[in-house]
């Protein structure tokens, strides 16, 4: 069975400062995977989707994300956080057929000053 | 532009009671529909899905039913609330394969 799997569930970072939200996937076929964001008491909104193609895909709010299909990861980078960052962070991957997408717990990034 | 509108945005409701969730989405034909619920601290639970009208996939038995009376309406229901029916319920809308829109989310609080 698909699975996704987020092994931070909490992060902090300084403001300025890098970042990488760690995201592992389960599945047997080429996913289709994705990171969505979420501010407290908000729905999700999808930040960057990878189908196929180039592994490295660019989203909004300057965030990017890198598919490595031999580790099973699908991480999530951003050069220099802003305060506005901090929210819970969803990596998800799409199941066979298409209808579902299975969600990791997600992982909550806090922003220090 | 595609919208989806999800109503209330807060909800307290006493043990026993009914519940009615609406999900409407403007701006596209045939999506896909969902209801998620999101307990405190946790991640997504899938509840219902849908890929045409009167068509209705549940993926945990529970307390709570779903209907798509038309194309772009989704309804999450409840003869009878429990306690442990409150979260934060969220639609949302695709095509498929493609990322999902939510909506912005109903508070609901069983008392």
């Known amino acids: 069975a698909q699975s996704v799997t987020q092994p931070d569930i909490h992060i902090t970072v300084s403001e300025g400062a890098s970042l990488e939200l760690r995201c592992n996937y389960s599945y047997g076929a080429t996913p289709y995977l994705f990171w969505y964001v979420q501010s407290p008491g908000q729905g999700l909104q999808l930040l960057l989707k990878y189908f196929s193609g180039d592994t490295l895909v660019q989203g909004i709010k300057g965030f990017e994300a890198e598919f490595k299909r031999s580790q099973s990861s699908f991480n999530l980078r951003k050069p220099s956080v802003h305060w506005s960052d901090a929210a819970e962070y969803f990596c998800a991957v799409v199941n066979t057929g298409g209808f579902k997408t299975i969600f990791g717990a997600g992982t909550r990034l806090f922003v220090k000053a | 532009s595609q919208t989806i509108h999800q109503w209330p945005a807060t909800l307290v409701q006493p043990v026993g009671s009914p519940l009615s969730l609406e999900c409407t989405v403007e701006g596209t034909s045939n999506p896909n529909l969902y209801w998620y619920r999101q307990a405190a601290g946790r991640g997504l639970q899938l509840l219902f899905y849908?890929?045409?009208?009167?068509?209705i996939s549940s993926e945990v038995p529970q307390n709570l039913s779903a209907s798509r009376p038309q194309d772009r309406q989704f309804i999450l229901s409840s003869k009878k609330l429990l306690l442990s029916d409150s979260g934060f319920y969220l639609c949302?809308?695709?095509?498929?394969?493609?990322?999902?829109?939510f909506g912005s989310g109903t508070r609901l609080t069983v008392v």
């Open positions: 949302a809308w695709t095509r498929t394969n493609y990322g999902y829109t």
């Open positions: 849908s890929v045409g009208i009167g068509q």
